[in-house]
């Protein structure tokens, strides 16, 4: 049985409805994303230190402890493959070590799983508005220090284009420099607009060299998704919790 198919059963018979990404990774490649949701479907929060029950739950799935990042919408980036007394302030994480996870923490922004086609380098990376204004993704795939024509993207789930609504400072983060970019929203009422993060993830993988058909992923939507989704712009409980979206390369 493929890997991605063993982890999926896995999770079937944990009794978890968490996501194994369908995209053409190599073998070496083990990657995941959580829901909201437990054994049973109890609600969750991913988040480090804040929920003992996930924290072990997520364990039992991975080789070893992620690597955590303080998480700043900025562009930085951490090696999960070198020890750090604490969490890093970055963005991505990226590892070229068997057995040393990379993990990123959402709640609508979007996560980005990155790989090599022969499985020797992959990267996880969080990517809300500000960050893939910033090119937090063609920073991520420069890191990897391979040809961007060798690179399998994967996008998790975040928050839908018909549930994010922005304003026009995020409109002409985006606009001001990539005309393109237009594309990806739709106005809703007077400097209001519906703006696709998927499809500007795309539009930023594109310029970092990814090709169009590596992309994988997308389509869900963590903000109408409640049953199966934390969401910080729901609010409630929703607005602190977080979902955790790994990938790391087999151990032998």
């Known amino acids: 049985m493929p ?15 968490w996501i194994v ?46 690597l955590w990042l303080a998480q700043t919408h900025g562009t930085a980036i951490a090696s999960a493959d070198v020890g750090h007394g604490r ?10 070590s068997p ?3 990379c993990a990123v923490l959402t709640a609508d922004c979007l996560p980005v799983l990155l790989a090599d086609r022969r499985g020797t380098v992959v990267a996880a990376a969080h990517a809300g508005w500000r960050g893939l204004a910033s090119g937090v ?16 993207a994967w996008l998790g789930p975040a928050i839908g284009p018909s549930a994010f609504e922005v304003g026009p400072d995020v409109h002409a983060a985006f606009c001001d420099r990539d005309a393109a970019a237009g594309a990806c929203f ?9 703006a696709d993060l998927y499809g500007l993830a795309r539009l930023a993988l594109g310029r ?9 992923g997308g389509g869900r939507c963590t903000y109408t998704e409640r049953a199966s989704f934390h969401s910080y712009r729901r609010g409630g409980p929703d ?6 979206t790994l990938i790391w390369l087999a151990p032998g």
């Open 21 to 66: 990404p369908d995209w053409p990774a190599p073998a070496s490649v083990r990657a995941f994303s959580t829901t909201r949701n437990g054994v049973g479907g109890s609600a969750v929060d991913f988040a480090r230190g804040r929920d003992a029950e996930a924290g072990a739950l997520l364990k039992s799935f991975l080789p070893g402890e992620p």
């Open 137 to 152: 993704l063609e920073t991520a795939v420069g890191s990897m220090q391979t040809a961007p024509a060798n690179v399998l």
């Open 186 to 194: 739709v106005a809703t009422r007077q400097g209001k607009w519906h």
């Open 87 to 96: 969490a890093p302030e970055a963005d991505v994480a990226i590892s070229r």
């Open 99 to 101: 057995g040393k996870v």
């Open 208 to 216: 970092a060299g990814v090709d169009a058909a590596a992309i994988s």
């Open 3 to 17: 890997a991605d198919a063993t982890l999926a059963a896995q999770f079937v018979s944990a009794g978890v409805d």
């Open 239 to 244: 607005r602190v919790a977080r979902m955790a």
